[in-house]
């Protein structure tokens, strides 16, 4: 075994005790706590959040919203999509990519039509498109023999879409 070989297997290593604490703290947590841990939480939060920053302005120019050549029908719409999207991550976590990629896109084009929100809203939504892409759904299974043999103790192993698929070719 060569040294960046060793190096992989140690952070590897670390990476699953980080996880076992992870989820052995979950055990033990609420309800809310769970589900928080399901879905990309903090990035819709953070969406919903940019979305309602962004539809500041054009709530405050609402008289002048219907007037042709006016861009603030633009804020409305980007605002309104930031936050059905920021909505949609709660419900749909599997597709948490694709609403960050969305967010990041909305919050960009904000920038015409409500100012993004004085900016802020503009960087809350790519920070919140950028949580929902990075977040990934990671999954914990028991293992009831490693359970037996250590005295009824709950052991948990986390395993990830990727590692099952890589199972999966394996098997």
């Not at 042709?68 to 999207?85: A, C, D, H």
Request: hydrophobic content about 45%; overall charge positive.
């Amino acid at each position: 075994m060569n040294k960046r070989e060793a190096w992989a297997l140690k952070r590897t290593e670390k990476k699953e005790e980080k996880l076992q604490r992870k989820y052995m703290k979950l055990s033990k947590a609420g309800r809310f706590k769970r589900w928080r841990n399901r879905r990309p939480f903090w990035g819709a939060t953070l969406t919903v959040l940019a979305a309602l920053v962004i539809l500041y302005i054009p709530i405050h120019l609402y008289a002048i919203a219907f007037i042709p050549g006016s861009l603030v029908f633009v804020g409305f719409l980007f605002g309104g999509l930031l936050l059905i999207v920021g909505s949609f991550a709660y419900v749909y976590p599997q597709f948490s990519t694709v609403f960050g990629v969305i967010s990041i896109f909305l919050s960009v084009l904000s920038v015409m039509g409500a100012l993004g929100g004085f900016i802020v809203g503009s960087i809350l939504g790519i920070i919140a498109g950028s949580l929902c892409i990075g977040w990934e759904r990671r999954e914990v299974v028991y293992q009831k023999n490693q359970q037996r043999k250590q005295g009824g103790g709950l052991k948990k192993v986390q395993s990830s879409d990727k590692e099952k698929q890589a199972q999966a070719a394996q098997a």
